[in-house]
């Protein structure tokens, strides 16, 4: 008799063991033969407790998820939801790009009567505004500093259109799952808010606690200074009308969070929060607190001094950006997450096709000068989920 079993990880490629069966004369024999396993090469869930799986390409018939670990009996804002996607989605303003898609969410599963049902909550946004011809003429060469080639060498196969899986579309999904995870949280006191704080070269010299938060919608992007909003704005606009593309950075706030989240070694509450930042598309760089500026003080100066404030414990100071041992603190907690430019620039460069001959190309099609003002949900979304999933994790440290 023989068993046949696959090996999806390991470098061997088969073995053969010949083992004498208790209930029959003749051995048996077992052969493992190597056969790759496709389904766990790329990771698309997120999260431990609070978990969502997304799925979808900027091309497909649309973008989805499902969300597991969402607590039951919680009304859902659907109104909410939907302005969040709003607030990410394409053609919102002249510094966006041109793709007009309404992104409305449909839910599938997991909500009823308007209350979350505790079981997965499954959602789609459908596709309606493709123009898939616009990189007919990239089929065969790879973009400089996109996915094409890392894609391409790792699976095989990639999709074109519009970057496919790799394409910023994708991160509609963590919208929807980090607007419930707002919704959860906004029960508990929590409140997360980011904003651009630099484009280039031009940035927001004061600490967050400076600006009126609440301001942020009222520019396209969604920068708490008007005065400095004005002048992103022309940037952007200026870079966009040269084909060219430019980065920046979003700060993120989050107040309310209780003292407790996070674990003291390999499960800190900031490298959580950077692992979630540096999923977002064209994400360089996280930090937390005075984050490298702090290199420039001493210890004595960036320490937080604790003291008593009427009754309970208090910090004079915030240095550590609410996070202390990679536990939080009680204090708020803000970082900055960095965004290179764009790599899709509507100018002729210089490139390889897929045999590996040099070649030149020019992208077409529609595309953000800067993604700062469509991210800026995106960077609340993903912290919300990080910060839901560590609330419930705690949960279970006692009894």
């Not at 997965?120 to 123009?131: A, D, K, L, S, T």
């Not at 991160?171 to 508990?188: C, E, F, P, W």
């Not at 509450?269 to 702090?294: D, P, Q, R, T």
């Not at 009680?330 to 965004?339: A, V």
Request: charged share 25%; net charge neutral.
């Amino acid at each position: 008799m023989i068993y046949s079993f696959f090996l999806g990880i390991t470098r061997i490629k088969s073995l053969s063991l010949d083992i004498q069966s208790p209930y029959r004369k003749e051995s048996e024999q077992i052969n493992f033969v190597y056969k790759p396993i496709n389904s766990i090469s790329m990771f698309n869930s997120f999260g431990n407790i609070f978990r969502f799986t997304s799925f979808g390409e900027s091309h497909g018939k649309g973008i989805g998820g499902v969300i597991d670990g969402f607590p039951a009996g919680i009304e859902i804002d659907m109104d909410f939801i939907q302005s969040e996607l709003d607030r990410r989605k394409p053609g919102q303003s002249a510094i966006t790009t041109a793709r007009k898609e309404p992104d409305k969410v449909e839910f599938l599963s997991g909500i009823f009567e308007g209350k979350s049902t505790g079981c997965p909550i499954g959602f789609m946004v459908w596709n309606e505004n493709q123009r898939s011809n616009d990189y007919d003429n990239i089929k065969e060469v790879y973009r400089p500093s996109h996915a094409d080639y890392t894609y391409r060498a790792k699976y095989g196969i990639r999709d074109y259109r519009g970057g496919g899986r790799s394409s910023a579309r994708e991160t509609i999904s963590r919208v929807v799952a980090g607007a419930l995870a707002k919704i959860a949280l906004k029960q508990l006191g929590i409140r997360i808010t980011a904003y651009t704080s630099q484009v280039g070269p031009i940035r927001l010299e004061e600490n967050y606690t400076t600006y009126d938060l609440d301001t942020i919608e009222n520019n396209p992007v969604r920068c708490p200074d008007q005065e400095k909003a004005k002048e992103m704005e022309h940037l952007i606009a200026e870079i966009k009308a040269k084909g060219d593309t430019i980065g920046g950075v979003i700060t993120c706030v989050i107040k309310g969070c209780p003292i407790g989240l996070g674990q003291p070694v390999f499960g800190k509450l900031h490298a959580a929060l950077g692992n979630a930042m540096l999923s977002i598309n064209a994400v360089k760089g996280f930090e937390y607190g005075e984050g490298f500026k702090g290199l420039k003080m001493k210890g004595s100066e960036q320490n937080d001094i604790f003291y008593n404030n009427a009754g309970h414990i208090d910090t004079r100071t915030n240095h550590s950006g609410g996070i202390q041992g990679g536990i939080s603190n009680g204090q708020d907690i803000y970082f900055r997450t960095l965004f290179k430019p764009v790599a899709t620039v509507l100018m002729e460069q210089q490139t390889v096709n897929i045999d590996g001959i040099d070649t030149s190309m020019k992208a077409r099609g529609r595309h953000d000068a800067c993604v700062l003002p469509r991210a800026v949900p995106i960077v609340e979304a993903m912290a919300a989920i990080t910060i839901l999933d560590y609330y419930l994790i705690d949960k279970t440290t006692q009894l």
